[in-house]
């Protein structure tokens, strides 16, 4: 025997999703007329203008595909398949390049963002 709910789920699906669109909806307006008017000078918005803001929102920067389980793995996955088929010389050369690329804690272009800052400074103090 199905339950209450399956026989009904074409009825309840539907109000389910209007009823989470309306309470995002809401949240939306009321953070915008609370924050934004004050931040950046804008007006006011009603119910509906912020439930439309949303679904321009969801529209244009899409509605969640990634980043769950399984999704966004991929390139480490062909990573993976790439490192097992190198030969332990391209290894070692793929590890040296890899570590020598300067992506390393202070990003993609090298050290310390005041780094050369303070070989200024160092050179200085040589000097001295």
């Keep these: 025997m199905r339950s209450?709910?399956?026989?009904?789920?074409?009825?309840?699906i539907p109000l389910a999703v209007a009823a989470i669109l309306s309470l995002v909806s809401f949240v939306v307006m009321n953070l915008w007329n609370y924050l934004l008017p004050g931040i950046l000078h804008v007006g006011v918005i009603t119910f509906w203008q912020a439930m439309g803001i949303f679904i321009l929102c969801k529209?244009?920067?899409?509605?969640?595909k990634g980043g769950g389980p399984g999704r966004g793995n991929w390139m480490r996955h062909r990573m993976?398949?790439?490192f097992k088929n190198m030969t332990p010389d391209e290894r070692e050369k793929f590890k040296e390049k890899m570590q020598n690329c300067g992506?390393?804690?202070w990003g993609r272009h090298g050290g310390h963002p005041?780094?050369?800052?303070?070989?200024?400074?160092?050179?200085?103090e040589k000097e001295s």
């Design 4 to 12: 209450f709910f399956y026989k009904r789920r074409f009825l309840f």
């Design 80 to 82: 993976e398949e790439r």
């Design 103 to 105: 992506h390393g804690r």
């Design 59 to 64: 529209i244009l920067f899409g509605f969640g």
């Design 114 to 124: 005041y780094e050369k800052y303070w070989d200024d400074v160092k050179s200085e």
